[in-house]
T-cell receptor, first 112, second 114 residues
Framework: GESVGLHLPTLSVQEGDNSIINCAYSNSASDYFIWYKQESGKGPQFIID?????DKRQGQRVTVLLNKTVKHLSLQIAATQPGDSAVYFCAERKQAGTALIFGKGTTLSVSS | KAGVTQTPRYLIKTRGQQVTLSCSPI?????VSWYQQTPGQGLQFLFE???????NKGNFPGRFSGRQFSNSRSEMNVSTLELGDSALYLCASSSTGGSGNTIYFGEGSWLTVV
């Protein structure tokens, strides 16, 4: 079926390192992609988004890369901090509506 | 600007009962969608409302229903609760729900069915 998935369920990094979280999607019709961060006991927090007509978008300490050729999405976090520890989800949205399809999430653990 | 507000935050219900969850979207947002999050199934789309009309619906049984009011506030209802309905129910809002509109989530309502 059509789904958004993540390559690794967990990722452990040292404080100050750069983190890269990957995601593969299967629906070439999706036109909008979002990364969310979810801390324990909280709802998903919007990090950054990108539309299908873009390859790269930068935010504060975060960069999202979209490779439509291989249907791959990645989130890069620069100078990772302990406060970045959380579960990260990628999500895609098809053109037809607003339903987001989520991947299973990657748990990022940052040790100081 | 206040974010998406969900009430109640935590609740415990008994099998067979029904439950109503409430969501107030970000001011000015007219699209409200609901998601269920469980450890096994992850985040799954329930339904989306815009201007008091259900615009999209996920693959959930008819026991799950919702509505939206004229002020964009939304409620979802689950009838005849089952143990498997235990989950975090998340509400999200966006301005129009159109392509490219950022979708913001609330903190969720934790439902435990015993």
């Amino acid at each position: 079926g059509e789904s958004v998935g993540l390559h690794l369920p967990t990722l452990s990094v040292q404080e100050g390192d750069n983190s890269i979280i990957n995601c593969a999607y299967s629906n070439s019709a999706s036109d909008y992609f979002i990364w969310y961060k979810q801390e324990s006991g909280k709802g998903p927090q919007f990090i950054i988004d990108i539309r299908s007509n873009m390859d790269k978008r930068q935010g504060q300490r975060v960069t999202v890369l979209l490779n439509k050729t291989v249907k791959h999405l990645s989130l890069q976090i620069a100078a990772t901090q302990p406060g970045d520890s959380a579960v990260y989800f990628c999500a895609e949205r098809k053109q037809a509506g607003t339903a987001l399809i989520f991947g299973k999430g990657t748990t990022l653990s940052v040790s100081s | 600007k206040a974010g998406v507000t969900q009430t109640p935050r935590y609740l415990i219900k008994t099998r067979g009962q029904q439950v109503t969850l409430s969501c107030s979207p970000i001011s000015g947002h007219r699209s409200v969608s609901w998601y269920q999050q469980t450890p096994g199934q992850g985040l799954q789309f329930l339904f989306e409302y815009f201007s008091e009309t259900q615009r999209n619906k996920g693959n959930f049984p008819g026991r799950f229903s919702g509505r939206q009011f004229s002020n964009s506030r939304s409620e979802m209802n689950v009838s005849t609760l089952e143990l498997g309905d235990s989950a975090l129910y998340l509400c999200a809002s966006s301005s129009t729900g159109g392509s490219g509109n950022t979708i913001y989530f609330g903190e969720g309502s934790w439902l435990t069915v015993v």
